[in-house]
């Protein structure tokens, strides 16, 4: 005997297909014992900063019922500019998103990423999207949440978990005005003091802040040449220092604190005008400021990404300063990395330990991460050692091979995943390439794997419910063939079809037929 569930018209006016238990197995469990609530979501996720709110559109590209949760009740009304490094804009490019954010970002060469040490870019990066592109973190974060919610995600604002019980079917999920919600899994994407990670028990090991930095846009009172002439002269020995035109007489500021405070309470413009005239001699009339923070340079990482049926992503799983402003994007590439493998899970067809590879995959590369960002706090600071060590990385960057390794980690597009033994570019992600039908990324904005053969002879055959095909052999490439994962990654090189359906299996489970 089958129960069947139909859902509700959601919140954007989409109404989902009715859901058979049975005929998925596993899929819907509309009761969960007696004193369960059904399960009305596949997945939960707290937070919708970039990494929730670009998890929620992943799984809704394979059908998935998303509620994303967000404590606050608006988005964020102070203006911070973020950088989209390379990597991140490729993503965007696969999904089709890139268009639309290049509206709203100004574009700047790939380069002096690394400790703010200034180098060109290294010629001929492997990308066609060599740039950084900042853009307003509200803006970004606004036109992520779109696309979820044009795909069919639910958000709802002023909502916070406040508790959560897991157990073999779902997650039972308890928000702080006593209301109670079941999903399958529930993601924890929700900061770097993130709730659920704590709820979790999940140990979050590194070092506290040693360094605060104080940021904020205001007005000044002086002209704009004695302004770049003093931060010409400061920036010489503080690195962490900087009065940059945002538009006007409206600057953003960046200086560091006397000490470590407690990052709840925000800075008041008194602190900033102390700061400012401690270190630049002046406070450069600083006055009706748009909004005052401060950020630490605390560098932990969660020892795990998953216990049961939570997990974690983007600040509730690593936190660092944002020296090289890696952060928002190793989020949002948590996500993508994420999204196809649990909703492969969800869907049914999953290898067993595909959803393992998340952890080993992503805890490795934030370890590198927090690494670098270290390396680079250690080189900003004043102390002649730390300096002395600039000087000679100064140096080293001026060999192509340095330069292009550091451009390369700061971008994220030197990551390369283990799959095993093979070819270079086995485990790395593929630029966007020409292909017959215009560029490979505008055949991936489904979230699908996608062979692309240039023998013209291999087929997916049980796979084509999850792998679309490419016969092309015009195509940009020094191998016979390539099997893509949907977020990019080379999961197989080679021609022979037995070796492939192998690979199609690992990554995508049995075949339909």
């Known amino acids: 005997m089958h129960s069947q569930f139909t859902a509700e018209s959601s919140s954007n006016g989409m109404v989902e297909r009715d859901f058979v238990v049975g005929d998925v197995p596993g899929l819907w469990s509309p009761t969960s014992g007696a004193d369960r609530a059904p399960l009305t979501f596949d997945v939960i996720i707290a937070g919708c900063g970039p990494t929730g709110a670009m998890l929620a559109a992943e799984l809704r590209l394979h059908d998935v019922r998303v509620l994303v949760l967000e404590k606050e009740t608006e988005p964020k009304s102070f203006v911070r500019i973020v950088g989209l490094h390379i990597r991140s804009i490729e993503l965007m490019a696969m999904r089709g998103l890139l268009d639309r954010i290049l509206e709203h970002g100004r574009q700047r060469p790939a380069g002096g990423f690394f400790a703010a040490i200034t180098k060109p870019a290294p010629k001929g990066l492997d990308t066609a999207y060599a740039y950084l592109l900042g853009i307003p973190q509200p803006v970004i974060e606004r036109l992520i949440e779109e696309h979820a919610i044009e795909l069919g995600a639910q958000v709802r604002r002023g909502c916070a978990v ?7 079917e779902g997650v039972t999920v308890k928000l702080a005005d006593g209301e109670q919600l079941r999903a399958r899994y529930l993601i924890g994407c929700d900061g770097g003091r993130s709730t659920v990670r ?21 007005a000044v009172g002086v002209p704009q040449e004695e302004i770049a002439a003093k931060v ?20 953003s500021v960046v200086v560091p604190a006397a000490g470590v405070s407690d ?26 400021p748009r909004w005052l923070s401060r950020f630490g340079d605390a560098t932990r990482l969660a020892e795990r990404y998953r216990v049961g049926r939570v997990l974690l992503a983007g600040d509730a799983a690593h936190i660092h300063p944002p020296i090289g402003g890696q952060g928002l994007n190793l989020g949002v590439q948590d996500a993508f990395n994420l999204g196809w493998k649990l909703a492969a899970q ?7 330990t595909l959803l393992d590879t998340y952890q080993a ?34 140096e080293l960057m001026d060999f192509d091979e340095v330069n292009r390794h550091l451009i390369e ?16 570019l086995l485990g790395r992600r593929l630029r966007d390439i020409d292909v017959k039908q215009g560029h490979l990324y505008g055949l991936l904005h489904r979230g699908r794997g996608l062979l692309l053969d240039r023998t013209e002879r291999l087929t997916v055959g049980g796979w084509s419910d999850r792998v679309d095909y490419l016969a092309d052999p015009t195509a940009v490439l020094d191998v016979p063939c390539v099997l893509l994962r949907p977020d990019g990654y080379v999961a197989w090189i080679g021609d022979d079809q037995q070796d492939l359906d192998d690979h199609l299996s690992r990554w995508f489970g049995k075949p339909a037929n």
């Open 162 to 168: 406040a508790d959560f019980e897991q157990d073999d």
């Open 198 to 218: 704590k709820l979790l028990g999940v140990g979050f090991p590194g070092e506290p802040s040693r360094t605060e930095t104080l940021m904020g846009e205001m």
């Open 232 to 251: 010409a002269e400061v920036h010489e020995t503080h690195k962490r220092f900087w009065l940059r035109p945002f538009g006007g007489r409206v600057y």
């Open 263 to 288: 990052r709840a309470e925000p800075p008041t413009l008194e602190d900033f005008k102390q700061q400012l005239r401690t270190i630049a001699g002046t406070d450069f009339g600083v006055h009706s």
């Open 346 to 352: 969800i869907r049914g067809w999953a290898p067993e």
């Open 361 to 394: 995959e992503r805890h490795p590369v934030a370890e590198d991460v927090l690494d670098n960002t270290r390396a680079q706090m250690e080189l900003l600071s004043t102390e002649p050692g730390p300096q002395a060590v600039r000087r000679l990385l100064t």
């Open 409 to 424: 980690k700061i971008t994220a597009i030197g990551i390369r995943y283990d799959f095993g033994e093979g070819p270079d």
